[in-house]
């Protein structure tokens, strides 16, 4: 066997090596985030109006809990599906909050908010929330069960269906 063609082999092994290493890492931190069918942390964060919202007073119903920005793009251009989503879902209990943590004063996500027809509580996302669910992208959508369990989760640009079939997983 040649040395070029051995030092090919090296380097194709090599690489292999590094790309399984990359998905093992990557799969450890992102299961530092609480697992599908696991309790759902509990948080208190403010609505645009100033008042205090805890994830646990919607026990016994399911919660979408969107994390997203004013500023993002693919986040306002999720907004449309969401809202119409929002009309028929909360019909049938589902909670959705959104979570800002593009740095939003109140004023400004209200008005976002409300430009989109959107009948929802924004939050003003601070301190360790986005942590403690593992949230690395805008926008991130969860599913918390009517129990308090993470259901499903989206991140990025969604199509409708893809939000719809994530939404009615909440449902009892």
Known sequence: MSVQRKAIIYGITFGLILIILFYMVST????????????????????FDGN??????????????????????DC????????????DYSQKGVIFLSI???????????????????????????GPVKQDYGIDALPTYLMIDPNGARGGSLSGHQTFESLKALVASGLP
């Open 100 to 126: 800002s943590y593009g740095g939003e004063d109140a004023p400004v996500l209200k008005a976002y908010l409300k430009g989109y027809g959107a009948g929802w509580k924004g939050l003003l996302g601070t």
């Open 28 to 47: 450890i931190i992102n299961d530092a985030s609480p697992a599908k069918g696991k309790f759902a942390p509990d948080f208190t964060l403010d609505d």
């Open 52 to 73: 205090a919202v805890t994830l646990s007073q919607y026990r016994g119903h399911p919660v979408l809990l969107d994390f997203m920005s004013t500023s993002c793009s």
């Open 76 to 87: 306002n251009g999720d907004m449309p599906n969401l809202t119409a989503l929002y009309k």
